[in-house]
Antibody, heavy 120, light 110 residues
Framework: QLRLQESGPGLVKPSETLSLTCTVS??????????WGWIRQPPGKGLEWIGS???????YYNPSLKSRVTILVDTSKNQFSLKLSSVTAADTAVYYC????????????WGQGTLVTVSS | QSVLTQPPSVSAAPGQKVTISCSGS????????VSWYQQLPGTAPKLLFY???KRPSGIPDRFSGSKSGTSATLGITGLQTGDEADYYC???????????FGGGTRLTVL
């Protein structure tokens, strides 16, 4: 059974960089059939796609966040990561990592999510 | 303001049927597959449908998905209290080059 698990600090100061890691177990992140992505959900609000990465390292980002986002993959550790720079209170959200089936355009497996609060 | 429009809330009695609409445009729903997600309180979203109307294994056939033109619909029959959740539609927007989601619809089973 595929599992995704987010990890990282739950509190980040304004103007600093938010860093999260998603560890994938139960399957190889190097599978050619899938992309891997980050999605966030501010408290009480809807879902926002942040960006996605292929095992080769190819990425594509939400244009609204592109200038601040970096997603990397480490196939040796079966992990991918998110860095979001210059955070503000508006970046406070539950951050999810998920597997993306490119052909059907669906996120079929999700991590449990991790709340990141931006506050001094 | 979401690119995909869903009603904020719907409600129905146990055993009844409910539909949730998702309205978009030619650049998203009109030209790409639609997915639906169920988010139970305090949990991560769960895939209900992919490819407009395909159910992953384990999703009961009380749930149905369809798409017509620039709109999609999620249907749930035989409502149960355990169906109370937020439901989201999602798809790719070819103009914006972004995966987009509806604003979500909260289902209450009275």
């Amino acid at each position: 059974q595929l599992r995704l698990q987010e990890s990282g600090p739950g509190l980040v100061k304004p103007s600093e960089t938010l860093s999260l890691t998603c560890t994938v177990s139960g399957d190889s992140i190097s599978s050619s059939s899938y992309y891997w992505g980050w999605i966030r959900q501010p408290p009480g609000k809807g879902l926002e796609w942040i960006g996605s990465i292929y095992y080769s390292g190819s990425t594509y980002y939400n244009p609204s966040l592109k200038s601040r986002v970096t997603i990397l993959v480490d196939t040796s550790k079966n992990q991918f990561s998110l860095k979001l720079s210059s955070v503000t209170a508006a970046d406070t959200a539950v951050y999810y990592c998920a597997r993306l089936i490119g052909g059907s355009g669906s996120f079929d497996y999700w991590g449990q999510g991790t709340l990141v609060t931006v506050s001094s | 303001q979401s690119v995909l429009t869903q009603p904020p809330s719907v409600s129905a009695a146990p055993g009844q049927k409910v539909t949730i609409s998702c309205s978009g445009s030619s650049s998203n729903i009109g030209s790409n597959f639609v997915s639906w997600y169920q988010q139970l309180p305090g949990t991560a979203p769960k895939l209900l449908f992919y490819g407009n109307n395909k159910r992953p294994s384990g999703i009961p056939d009380r749930f149905s998905g369809s798409k017509s033109g620039t709109s999609a619909t999620l249907g749930i029959t035989g409502l149960q209290t355990g169906d109370e959740a937020d439901y989201y539609c999602g798809t790719w927007d070819s103009n914006l080059s972004v995966w987009v989601f509806g604003g979500g619809t909260r289902l209450t089973v009275l």
